[in-house]
């Protein structure tokens, strides 16, 4: 590609500037100690535009590093946002495999720095960038990390030290990673968000797919700016410069069959992209294809992330004050209005289709008898096709916010993630009876195997299947007392998003589906068998409705029929004896007003 060769060498100093990947012609890619190297030469070249700050460390130890070119040498975030400057942040190897954002970065901030026709790129937008964000995944190489990829020579791991997908634990933040991202997100506040990554999925001829479905949801003036100003820009310069772009995350109806078309995706608070809607931050998700050759992708990559600093640059007082606008209303669902107006907690494609015309490959349909189902060949010629899109959302489940939520001091990890997001709390300095709604959940179901070192209740999308069944919490009202140094949520505060996501049961990616609840759910008392003998042909002879459930239950379940202990146990839960154990009463109150609260 043009722009690539006329951009690279600089040796005019007398010092080779090509990035590691152009050194070695896109064969490979450097190691996180070259990486870093290379940055340091960049920062001690430019010591008044680019700073490079460590944010935490991962789980074997490593620095996690925050790259940071601001023009004026400011790198204070909150003198940065006052002189209405935009914040971008660029994540890159969340999943290590999928390094090419790093390569592209390099490049470009170098190119930012000595080109003189980019310069301007940072007069309105302060550039910030994580080389490697998975860096024990990233230091794991071989050239058997994906075997769906072309090249470079080695790549690293899919998950963190752990075998955790960091991209699955924005919301729980099991992993130091997500710890540390966490903590440095709240202290720079960016306004736009990128995360770099590499398909897997479909091949077809474009170079370049990315999706700003997440920014739809952050606030409706911003889902119409990214509409009209952002995506078709974007699309517009990308292939100008020689690439070949699609604005969608390409996830096929029907993985043998590209003419099904394409799937609706939803953005649940666990990826990096959903979590920015909690944030209200419009968040890109780039996804270079895979079996594009390496130079190609990074090139492809490198041309989206100018392109998007050329809009920033050009809006970025519209952006600020989308931002501003979008976080005032957010410190307002604890009062909505109309009150209780609905907050949607699940999306779901509408079942309604548009068209996109797409530039695929030509494809057979064979039967396989290695698989037994059907084989998709892909041929390198262009098929181009007008396919069906699931392009619109509707809402799947919603609950009316509250003013706020009191959590029992006990629940000490449920409480700890809510301090990790860095939601604002408050502790109860005294007992406090008072009215709230509580819910009741019953008629969970496990999965048998683990997702993400949990074993969580989950609704699948295209990426993950269903995990486990979400029974139901139905809400009542009730007096209920919370103990001294419980924790008071108030909805009217920026992050008022997060504690939807994390305390409402029924939220996607919420604390009880996790399993941080899991406790609430486990019977802790029983009755011997010849107590419950007892207590069984007591209510037998006095609760008709009891005994006519019980034999219902006999003729209709002989599992249950067959199950000595069963039988018996169908007494005991109906007792007061079996009530005392308060089997699924979900602790968290949500609270209708935080007046007469006893908080400091
Ligand atoms: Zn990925």
């Not at 005032?328 to 009062?335: D, I």
């Not at 209740?457 to 486990?468: A, D, F, L, Q």
Request: contains cysteine; charged residues 25%; negative net charge.
């Amino acid at each position: 590609m043009e722009s690539d060769e006329s951009r690279r060498p600089s040796t005019d100093t007398g010092v080779d500037w090509r990035t590691p990947a152009e050194l070695s012609d896109y064969r490979t890619t450097p190691d996180y100690a070259e990486t870093v190297d290379y940055l340091e030469r960049i920062a001690a070249s430019h010591p008044g535009t680019v700073r490079i700050e460590s944010f935490g460390r991962t789980g074997e130890g490593r620095d996690l590093k925050l790259v940071i070119a601001s023009k004026d040498g400011v790198f204070d975030s909150e003198e940065i946002h006052r002189s209405g400057r935009v914040v971008l942040l660029v994540q890159n190897a969340i999943h290590a495999g999928e390094m090419d954002g790093k390569d592209a970065c390099l490049a470009l901030l170098r190119d930012i720095l000595r080109e003189r026709e980019l310069s301007h790129l940072l007069e309105r937008v302060v550039l910030l960038f994580i080389p490697v964000y998975n860096i024990d995944g990233h230091e794991r190489r071989s050239p058997y990390g994906r075997i769906n990829q072309n090249g470079p020579e080695t790549f690293g791991w899919r998950a963190n030290a752990t075998n955790l997908n960091l991209n699955r634990d924005y919301m729980k933040a099991d992993a130091p990673e997500t710890r540390a991202f966490h903590r440095m997100f709240r202290r720079w506040r960016p306004d736009f968000f990128v995360d770099n990554h590499v398909t897997d999925g479909a091949d077809f001829q474009y170079d370049v797919t990315f999706a700003l479905d997440a920014s739809l949801d952050v606030f409706p003036p911003t889902a119409e700016w990214i509409r009209s100003a952002i995506t078709p820009e974007l699309v517009r310069q990308v292939n100008e410069s020689g690439h070949l772009t699609f604005p969608g995350a390409v996830f096929l109806k029907d993985d043998t069959d590209p003419s099904k078309g394409l799937a609706f995706t939803e953005n649940p608070p666990r990826f990096s992209t959903g979590q920015m809607i909690l944030e209200n931050r419009p968040g890109l998700l780039v996804e270079l294809h895979m079996l594009k050759d390496y130079r190609t992708r990074v090139t492809g990559d490198y041309e989206l992330m100018r392109s998007l600093l050329e809009l920033l640059d050009q809006d970025a007082a519209k952006l600020v004050a989308l931002n501003r606008e979008a976080d005032r209303a957010a410190a307002q669902l604890g009062s909505t209005t109309p009150p209780n107006a609905p907050f949607p907690l699940v999306l779901e494609g509408s079942g309604t289709t548009t068209s996109v015309e797409f530039r695929g490959y030509a494809f057979t349909r064979v039967p396989s008898d290695v698989s037994g189902s059907v084989a998709v060949h892909y041929r390198k010629e262009p098929w181009e096709a007008t396919i069906p899109v699931e392009a619109d959302a509707r809402v799947a489940v919603s609950v009316p916010p509250p003013a706020g939520y009191i959590v029992p001091p006990q629940w000490v990890q449920v409480i700890d993630v809510l301090e990790v997001h860095g939601v604002d709390i408050r502790r109860t300095t005294a007992p406090w009876t008072g009215p709230v709604e509580r819910y009741l959940c019953s008629g969970m179901r496990w999965p048998e195997r683990p997702f993400e070192g949990r074993f969580p209740i989950i609704r699948g999308g295209n990426v993950e299947r269903e995990m486990g069944q979400f029974g139901a919490c139905e809400r009542r009202t009730e007096t209920s007392t919370f103990p001294s140094g419980s924790v008071v949520v108030s909805l009217n505060q920026r992050l008022s998003k997060v504690a939807i996501h994390w305390l409402e049961p029924e939220a996607p990616d919420s604390a009880l589906r996790w399993g941080f609840f899991a406790p609430i759910f486990e019977q802790k008392e029983s009755g011997e068998a010849y107590v419950l003998e007892k207590l069984a042909r007591e209510t037998l002879a006095e609760d008709p409705e009891v005994k006519a459930e019980f034999d219902r239950r006999l003729k209709a379940d002989p599992a249950f029929a067959g199950d000595p202990r069963a039988r018996l146990d169908f007494f005991y839960v109906r007792s007061p004896w079996g009530a005392a154990n308060r089997v699924g009463e979900y602790p968290v109150g949500r609270l209708l007003s935080l007046n007469g609260l006893p908080i400091d």
